[in-house]
């Protein structure tokens, strides 16, 4: 049998007409409508010469056809290849550079600078808007849509997805068919996915969250999906009476909090709400339980692994933890310096290994070797502990650790202390360069509404529950700390703009 992920995820679509997707404007496609669709698509590929191994790179809004385009590509054996619309010409350009794409799908009113970009890389440029129009969708339409999904191995590429690159040149990792396969049949089983759930689709698409995850897990089961073009809190809770399970960021739930229509009732049908991306706040974990009656089902992945762990669906789910590693998934924490393992409770490097771990980074075999143990275990970069019911917990990143004084110190210790402190919203904890102790522990801190909590009230309510090398040197308190796309604070941001505060003091 093919291994092909369309084959895994869609075998049979053609001829079944129950509802796949539905519009924000209300229409919606059957799963023979979807392969249908694909099919055209993958038919207007294959003429133009795109095949097993061509790459196939997409900077294109959220559409039905935009995951018809991602299936056609799948289904052509030709590799994926999602890029964030918020990048800029420049930043599009490495990319492209980089993974030279055979074609490139763009916004229309991209076009101009994509055709310049693709022009030196030898690469063919469509356009396909936010409403799936474009000449892509004008030329497929005279396409058949019949295709024979191309036969792939498990280890065959099926996409390319870019890291952030906050720490340097963005690598490019490559997921096989077989990653995306195991990691979506898995979370199906996991969390008792079936054909009768309505998945609210809120997230973008040119992430792992939003397609591999949200729109993977969905096919598999055949369950249908409510395409929300983007995230709106009340529509979200009015929609939630015919739905059973959210996918979110923190901060939808965050947002969602805010509402005063959001409760108990509200939430009478949904089943699960599942959260990732970035950490979720035990506050807000908390918060959700009182209001809603359930428990936020959060996970934890990498943009090189697919989901790595899960709290359970049956059984307790940890605020502050992403719960025990999937089945076939082995995860363990080491010394980041000498790669021993540790023992329960001790914070150290996460390293995991299983069929969901990425083939590698492209075009860079030498940082491919740097991040994977001989026994094949990839070093994720993130710190965590494992507790004795075998509980993952994220500290933080490895980049993210302060070294103050010559003390290691955890930010998200830092960080869980001063977010319970009356009058706090929310902080984001960095190392800032420090003479005298070179690094300096620094807290961003947003305050809640009408609230006054100033610097001194912080520091004191800190300094009976933290080691004193652990404790802020300075409280800077801003409107909003910044996140990417995905809610993740980018705390290289803040390190930079505090970068100069203690040039003229000892702090």
């Not at 895994?8 to 997707?21: F, H, V, Y």
């Not at 600078?113 to 690469?123: N, P, V, W």
């Not at 690598?171 to 054909?195: D, F």
């Not at 310096?337 to 914070?347: R, S």
Request: hydrophobic letters at 40%; glycine letters at 8%.
């Amino acid at each position: 049998m093919t291994s092909n992920l369309y084959d895994r995820l869609l075998a049979g679509a053609e001829s079944d007409r129950s509802i796949c997707i539905e519009k924000d404007d209300g229409t919606a496609l059957s799963y023979a409508d979807l392969a249908a669709l694909s099919g055209r698509f993958a038919n207007f590929l294959g003429r133009n010469g795109i095949g097993p191994n061509h790459r196939v790179a997409a900077k294109v809004e959220k559409s039905v056809e935009a995951i018809a385009l991602y299936l056609a590509t799948l289904r052509t054996g030709a590799v994926y290849l999602p890029l964030n619309t918020a990048y800029t010409a420049a930043e599009t350009e490495y990319f492209i550079r980089d993974a030279q794409p055979t074609l490139i799908v763009c916004d229309p009113r991209e076009e101009a600078d994509l055709r310049a970009i693709a022009a030196k890389a030898g690469g063919r440029v469509e356009t396909l808007d936010h409403q799936g129009k474009g000449s892509l969708a004008d030329a497929a339409a005279s396409f058949p849509v019949g295709f024979d999904t191309v036969t792939r191995a498990n280890d065959d590429l099926a996409a390319i997805l870019y890291t952030s690159g906050t720490t340097g040149r963005s690598k490019g990792a490559m997921l096989t068919h077989g990653n995306l396969s195991s990691n979506a049949l898995t979370l199906v089983q996991e969390w008792r996915y079936a054909s009768k759930d309505v998945l609210i689709h809120a997230l973008p698409i040119y992430h792992v969250h939003g397609l591999f995850v949200a729109c993977n897990v969905s096919f598999a089961a055949r369950a249908r999906i409510l395409f929300m073009q983007k995230f709106d809190a009340e529509r979200i809770l009015a929609t939630m009476a015919r739905s059973t399970v959210l996918m979110g960021v923190p901060t939808f739930y965050v947002r969602l909090l805010e509402s005063a229509n959001l409760n108990e009732r509200t939430a009478a049908n949904m089943r699960l709400f599942v959260a990732g991306s970035a950490p979720l706040l035990a506050e807000t974990h908390r918060a959700w339980k009182e209001r809603t009656g359930h428990a936020i089902l959060e996970r934890y992945g990498m943009t090189e692994t697919g989901m790595i762990a899960s709290n359970p669906y049956e059984g307790a789910r940890i605020a502050g933890s992403v719960g025990r590693p999937l089945p076939a998934v082995e995860v363990r924490v080491t010394d980041p310096e000498t790669g021993a393992n540790l023992p329960v409770g001790d914070v150290g490097m996460i390293e995991v290994k299983g069929p969901n771990v990425f083939a590698g980074y492209w075009n860079m075999p030498d940082k491919t070797a740097a991040e994977f143990r001989a026994d094949g275990f990839f070093i994720t970069g993130d710190l965590g502990k494992l507790d004795a019911n075998g509980y993952l917990h994220i500290v933080g990143r490895g980049k993210d650790l302060i070294i103050t004084g010559g003390f290691n110190v955890y930010p998200k210790e830092i960080e869980t202390e001063i977010d319970a402190i009356d009058g706090v919203s929310e902080s984001a904890v960095v190392g800032v360069p420090h003479a005298d102790f070179g690094e300096g522990v620094t807290a961003a801190v947003v305050r809640s509404p009408n609230s006054s909590v100033d610097e001194r009230a912080i520091l004191d309510a800190l300094s009976g529950r933290l080691a004193k090398f652990k404790q802020p040197k300075r409280i800077i308190f801003v409107e909003t700390l910044p996140r990417n796309t995905m809610g993740k604070v980018q705390k290289n941001l803040l390190r930079e703009r505090f970068a100069a505060i203690y040039a003229n003091k000892a702090g």
